[in-house]
């Protein structure tokens, strides 16, 4: 399947915090706010998907393919809606630096639940 250029598989949402309550926060449930999404009712669409926090690391790594690359990358998944607004829960392989609020996190079109 080839795409044309201005499509792509994901939807562009930010890191706004973690989960938290009045003394604690909960670093494990990551708070995201997708793009286009301003309501509850439209977010079961998201609930699933996969999501990725996409990063450059200081260092270069060998990766699967054999080439070296700085870009690193932190899978999760949707799990749950957050308050009325249309933001969402996720939960990530490892935790998201404090450093990544506030910035972008892509949400896979995929896997599918239709």
């Known amino acids: ?6 499509q792509r598989l994901w939807v562009k949402a930010v890191f706004t915090g973690y989960r938290r309550s009045l003394h604690r926060q909960r670093e494990g449930i990551a708070l995201m706010k997708v793009e286009g999404v301003h309501t509850r ?3 079961p ?4 998907k996969r999501c990725a926090y996409v990063y450059r690391g200081r260092n270069s790594k060998l990766r699967r393919n054999k080439k070296k690359s700085r870009l690193r990358v932190i899978w999760g998944k949707v799990v749950k809606a957050h308050g ?3 933001a969402v829960r996720a939960r990530f392989k490892s935790n998201l630096p404090p450093q990544a609020m ?3 996190v892509r949400i896979m079109m ?5």
């Not at 995929?110 to 239709?114: D, K």
């Open 102 to 104: 506030g910035r972008r």
């Open 84 to 86: 009325k607004s249309g």
């Open 1 to 6: 399947m080839v795409l044309p250029n201005n």
């Open 41 to 43: 009712k439209e977010t």
């Open 45 to 48: 669409f998201y609930m699933g």
């Open 110 to 114: 995929y896997p599918s639940n239709i």
